[in-house]
């Protein structure tokens, strides 16, 4: 089974500190994701990146960046934080694109900015 | 622009009654389909999706999809719910292009009760 594993299940933090969210999966996928998930809004997309140093904005980016040095490893970066930004965060991964290939969710973090 | 709409944000159901959950999209091109349950504190897990071939898919957990190209609907049934069933529902669609870029429904929240 692919694992996708988010460092941190709960946040707190603090308005205007640089925030990092980690996510690595196991399977070798070339895509990854990062959502944030809003009451009545679903899950928007915030960036992804389909292979390593490779980024693609999403729907929503801006207040966060990204970072993808090893292939299993898809951090987000809130460069300082706001209370908008609360949140809850998912991380996925897929295989590579074009095939109709599911992407695989972690359990998400909560983040709480104060 | 590819659209999905949940046209239910909450659909409350007695135990071992049959429920239809509701899914429409909008795209003028083919299609992938899918259906993600998400339990309480946990990530999205994959119930069920379409790629091709039969129009009726079945999914984990007892769960279905008919996939209507005419009504542009996928819409989620199970002839017997359970209180374990009670999660929030996502419909979520890919437009076949080179990027596994998924657009969400806003969910459906499915409450079970006894």
């Known amino acids: 089974d692919v694992k996708v594993t988010q460092s941190s299940r709960y946040l707190v933090k603090r308005t205007g500190e640089k925030v990092f969210l980690e996510c690595v999966q196991d399977?070798?996928?070339?895509?990854m994701f990062w959502y944030r998930q809003d009451p009545g809004l679903g899950l928007r997309l915030i960036y992804f990146s389909y292979d390593v140093k490779m980024k693609e904005k999403g729907d929503i980016p801006e207040g966060y960046s990204v970072s993808r040095e090893k292939k299993e490893r898809f951090s987000l970066i809130l460069e300082s934080a706001s209370t908008n930004q609360t949140s809850m965060y998912l991380c996925?991964?897929?295989?590579?694109?074009?095939?109709?290939?599911?992407?695989?969710f972690g359990d998400g973090t909560r983040l709480s900015i104060l | 622009a590819q659209s999905v709409t949940q046209l239910d944000s909450q659909v409350p159901v007695f135990e071992e009654a049959p429920v239809e959950l509701r899914c429409n999209y909008s795209s003028s091109v083919s299609v992938y389909l899918f259906w993600y349950v998400q339990y309480p504190n946990q990530g999205l897990q994959l119930l069920l999706k379409y790629l091709s071939g039969s129009t009726l898919v079945k999914g984990i957990n007892g769960f279905e999809a008919e996939f209507n190209k005419s009504q542009t609907s996928f819409h989620l049934r199970k002839p017997s719910v359970h209180i374990s069933d009670t999660a929030e529902y996502f419909c979520?669609?890919?437009?076949?292009?080179?990027?596994?870029?998924?657009?969400f429904g806003t969910g459906t929240r499915l409450l079970v009760s006894p």
């Open positions: 996925a991964s897929s295989l590579v694109s074009g095939s109709g290939q599911p992407q695989h």
């Open positions: 979520a669609v890919i437009v076949n292009t080179g990027f596994q870029k998924l657009v």
């Open positions: 399977m070798d996928h070339e895509n």
